[in-house]
């Protein structure tokens, strides 16, 4: 035996910690209430940071969410004076990379926690003041964020250049801004027409003090929404009798896509059907680039069972999951059989609905004979309890033993739950003997199939730590 049992218990522990990463927000889940999650998530933060350093900042190059990448930048700051000067410089790099990435706000929301912890060591004010000039338009955050840029700029002891300083900390004194986005925000105070050449979250403030009403006031805002306010706003336009505000849907990222058909009444999923399903499949091609149909044949096994309605802050989100991965993998394979636990064939007209059946579907899935079958679920199979599990067990001790000796033969397996389960600080899994992934959005599959092969011991923990170097390389662009 190459690896020591320290070893592997290391690399099952870098394991738990990155699921937990990608899949856990601190909300409530379907089994789990938010304070359940927030204690577990902490603890394991905390756990991962203390004895494995190295793999919790490389977390940062890794599909963890932008809440977990939040508090994983957090935590390095604060536990600063634990690490040497290089993994200092090289923690820099990774956090000052994964910053450009995440939203704004997020990141304003990160500036104000470390404020708040007085954590301001002149690393963390280097990190700051180069985050804030390197914005392409810093007058433009400071009208949609001047609170959070305000917060910044005094943590940091940044001194803003030009009209910024007057707006940022007396917007109303000045009588005129040469820099117009300035300007118009002044205006807005006193001219209802200034305030459609603001961001349509600012501008939303000043219709209302203005009065205008709703309809008006979307219609005429429309040209300066994003993509996701389009997505987000366009039905209650429709209701509002605003048509013009219409997404592109063919745009939208495939996950969230998915969860807007998902919030759509059945109805008029039924009448929509063809617009529907060309932007899912438009957005499954774009994810699946140049590997589209290279999978060979592919089964999936997806979950609509009544636990993938979520909660109330995450609603219908791993139905949504299952929705996106089903349509990426018809992208992906050559010849796709998806099978719902449900039993329902139709995959836009999805609801949660019934117990999990998932030993079933599998059962059914392996019959297809494919060379890989995919499982989307929260892990709970309950009809009846533990065939699932049964059924792997025995597909891989008896019918497929020669799974890791013979390529060829070989059916893989990989589990993907987007579902962190609190009790065990890890996603629920179905068989120690088939691998198992946390995935919060569908378009990071291709890669979390390729993590699962850790999971089932197949690759070490030197294999891990490889890994996890190759992908910060590429994260930082030093490989291509």
């Given amino acids: 035996m190459s690896e020591t049992f320290a070893d592997l218990i290391a690399c099952e522990d870098a394991l738990m910690f990155v699921n937990a990463a990608i899949t856990s927000t601190g909300q409530r889940e379907f089994h789990h209430a938010p304070g359940d999650q927030r204690l577990s998530l902490e603890f394991l933060h905390d756990y991962t940071l203390e004895n494995y350093r190295e793999v919790y900042a490389a977390a940062l190059a890794l599909d963890v ?123 807005a105070h006193y001219e209802k027409g200034a305030l459609y050449e603001l961001p349509y979250t600012v501008a939303e403030g000043f ?22 306010e389009r997505l987000r706003l366009q039905e209650n336009a429709r209701e509002a009798g605003a048509g013009a505000v219409a997404a592109d849907l063919t745009a939208m990222p495939l996950t969230r896509l998915a969860s807007y058909v998902l919030a759509l009444t059945l109805d008029d999923r039924a009448a929509r059907r063809a617009e529907l399903t060309e ?131 070989r059916v893989l397996i990989a589990h993907l739950n987007p579902v962190y389960d609190a009790d065990d600080f890890d996603v629920r899994r179905l068989s120690p003997t088939v691998p198992t ?9 291709p890669t979390l199939v390729e993590l699962a092969r850790f999971a089932e011991r197949q690759v070490g923990l030197a294999g891990l730590r490889a890994h996890l170097d190759d992908r910060t390389a590429r994260f930082l662009g030093e490989r291509p």
């Fill in 437 to 445: 992934a946390g995935v919060r959005d569908a378009e990071d599959l």
């Fill in 207 to 228: 219709a209302a003090k203005h009065r205008v009403p709703r309809e008006v006031f979307l219609e005429r805002i429309a040209p300066r929404m994003t993509r996701l």
């Fill in 279 to 409: 932007a899912l499949r438009t957005a499954a091609r774009r994810v699946a680039g140049a590997a589209r149909g290279s999978w060979g044949r592919v089964a999936a096994v997806l979950d609509d069972s009544f636990s993938s309605t979520g909660s109330g802050q995450k609603r219908r989100r791993p139905l949504a999951v299952a929705l996106a991965a089903h349509y990426l993998l018809e992208a992906l394979a050559r010849d796709y059989t998806p099978l719902w636990t449900s039993g329902r064939t139709d995959g836009l007209l999805a609801y949660p609905f019934g117990p999990t059946p998932l030993g079933e579907r599998i059962i059914d899935a392996l019959e297809t004979r494919p060379d890989r079958l995919i499982i989307v679920s929260d892990g709970f199979d309950n009809a009846p309890p533990g065939l699932a599990a049964d059924v792997l067990r025995i597909w891989r001790t008896r019918l497929d033993p020669g799974h890791r000796s013979a390529p060829g033969q």
């Fill in 65 to 187: 969410n932008d809440h977990n990448a939040a508090i994983i930048i957090r935590n390095l700051l604060v536990r600063s004076a634990d690490a040497d000067a290089e993994r200092r410089r090289l923690e820099g790099r990774l956090i000052a990379r994964r910053l450009e990435l995440m939203p704004r706000q997020r990141v304003y929301r990160l500036f104000r926690e470390l404020r708040r912890l007085k954590v301001n060591n002149r690393r963390t004010r280097a990190i700051i003041r180069d985050w804030l000039q390197a914005r392409a338009d810093p007058a433009f955050d400071a009208v949609k964020y001047r609170n959070g840029v305000k917060t910044a700029v005094r943590h940091a002891h940044v001194q803003p250049g030009g009209e910024l300083r007057g707006f940022l900390f007396d917007p109303l004194a000045a009588k005129s801004y040469e820099t117009p986005i300035l300007e118009q925000w002044r205006r």
